[in-house]
């Protein structure tokens, strides 16, 4: 008996945290936390190659620097396409989860596509395709904050969205100058991967926005909500 009880509070203290995982699920707070993610991978990712293009371009390939504007050119002319489909599609058919979870593996795939293409013409179809991957990860992202934030928590939620866009735009080149000066290409490419793969979890357990009740509350009412929540 007394080996048995330890173990059923074992249990029971198992049980409740997955429940509580569960209706977290649920909630505009992770929303707001996987939009944020979004941004932060996507700007991390697009910051990756600042630092060892010219390498590629200039040493490897032997072409002139116009060719690094060129690909951040066609990089903007993948996210025009990718944003505004992405939204209509989404609006269209009133699904956000799945838009985001393709976004993302289609990011992770043109990236890693990019760190190891061989010629000019494969990083141009590349960069453009993670384009169009960027515009649906920021379209979708986005929408779905919107889709459960009004009022003052809506700007409160953009702020905290736009705060993960700039930690990972100031860190993505530093990234990618530390792990191409230790491994490659090959290794940007795994870093990719597993950035990829830990956000692909969040957005896979994400329920759809639209099931997700409207926060109108202010910041401090819903962050207090979410502790009163978490110490019930």
């Known amino acids: 008996m007394d080996n048995a009880e330890p ?19 649920s909630q505009p707070a992770a929303v707001l936390i996987v ?21 590629v371009l200039q040493d490897r390939l032997g072409l002139s620097s116009s060719a690094n504007g060129l690909l951040f050119g066609c990089f903007g002319i993948g996210v025009l396409i990718g944003a505004p489909t992405s939204a209509y599609i989404s609006d269209r058919w009133k699904v956000r989860k799945w838009p985001m979870v393709l976004g993302l593996l289609g990011l992770g795939a043109t990236s890693a596509l990019f760190a190891l ?12 395709a993670q384009g169009v991957s960027s515009g649906i990860t920021w379209a979708i992202g986005l929408a779905m904050i ?3 934030y009004q009022g003052e928590a809506l700007g409160w939620a953009m702020g905290i969205a736009f705060s993960g866009f700039t930690l990972g735009y100031l860190g993505g080149p530093v990234f990618g100058g530390a792990i191409y000066s ?25 329920v759809e926005p639209k099931d997700i009740a409207v926060a109108s509350a202010s910041c401090s009412e819903s962050l207090a909500d979410l502790v009163l929540d978490n110490g019930a």
């Open 146 to 148: 919107a889709d459960v």
């Open 117 to 128: 293409s061989n010629a000019y013409w494969e990083l141009i179809l590349a960069r453009m």
């Open 7 to 25: 173990a059923n509070h074992g249990k029971n203290s198992v049980s409740r945290i997955l429940r509580k995982c569960n209706d977290f699920r």
């Open 35 to 55: 939009s944020t993610m979004a941004v932060f991978s996507d700007a991390v990712v697009y910051g990756l190659i600042v630092p060892f293009l010219p390498d």
């Open 182 to 206: 230790a491994g490659g290409v090959h290794a940007i490419a795994i870093f990719v991967g597993a950035i990829a793969a830990i956000d692909l979890v969040f957005r896979l357990l994400l």
